[in-house]
């Protein structure tokens, strides 16, 4: 009977006997490089995270150092000339054209609203459209009794505009419910002229008075009429029946020659 001996550890036994190191040193060192690829991809998370919010933050920026995008386009550009006479309600005209590709409405807004009215205050230009509005103002006498004439006023107009849809409807509360798309047109001065001196600035306001003027009676009148026509009261001739009266008149001659 052959007598095996024990302790005497074979190649085998030598070989997984080390394998428990071997493979608690495997696992760390893989736990520990996947530990390593999870920390260097949050960093990359979250690096890209903080370039995503530096980079919304400089366009923010940048948007609002742009300049505001304008819809119209006024003439005067930036000033309304008013004659000056004292103790008179005076008036100026500005013109108003949407130079942009969509509907936009308008809206006057001054600071002295007591002594100042717009005509219209506001409504919607449609593409290329334009219009002249009428801003009427009562000029106060002067402390000193000193004409001020070329001089700056304290009272101060602004024109905002903002896109809308095509058959909207002109209400002032647009402009309040979209506050966010309001575009601040321009801010314009007063400048009051020598009504008794005539001057580049003078007559191209009564020239654009005078436009104002003729377009407004031109929208009051009545649209062309299509239908019958009307003499007096409820007497209705009608084309057609008058022609066949003066047919039958003359057959009825013919007849009788």
Known sequence: ?????????????????LCPFWQS??????????????????????????????SSTVSSVARSLLPPRRRLRLDPANTLYFPYEPGKQTRSAIRLKNTSKSYAAFKFQTTAPKSCYMRPPGGILAPGESIIA?????VEQPENN???????SKVKFKIMSLKVKAGIEYVPELFD???????????????????????????????????????????????????????GEGLVIDEW???REKYLARQQVEAVD
């Open 25 to 54: 040193t495997t696992s760390s060192s893989s736990s520990s490089s996947t530990q390593n690829l999870n920390l260097n991809g949050s960093r990359r998370v979250d690096s890209t995270g903080n370039n995503n919010k530096r």
């Open 146 to 152: 000193e004409k001020q004439l070329d001089q700056k």
């Open 177 to 231: 419910e979209q506050r966010d798309q309001v575009t601040i047109e321009r801010v314009l001065r007063v400048v009051f002229l020598d009504a008794e001196r005539p001057s580049p600035a003078l007559e191209k306001l009564k020239r654009q008075l005078a436009e104002a003027e003729a377009a407004l009676e031109t929208r009051k009148k009545p649209p062309a009429e299509t239908g019958p026509r009307i003499l």
């Open 1 to 17: 009977m052959a007598i095996v001996d024990r302790r005497k550890p074979s190649s085998e036994t030598k070989l997984f006997g």
């Open 241 to 243: 029946k008058e022609r």
């Open 134 to 138: 009428i801003v009427f103002k009562f």
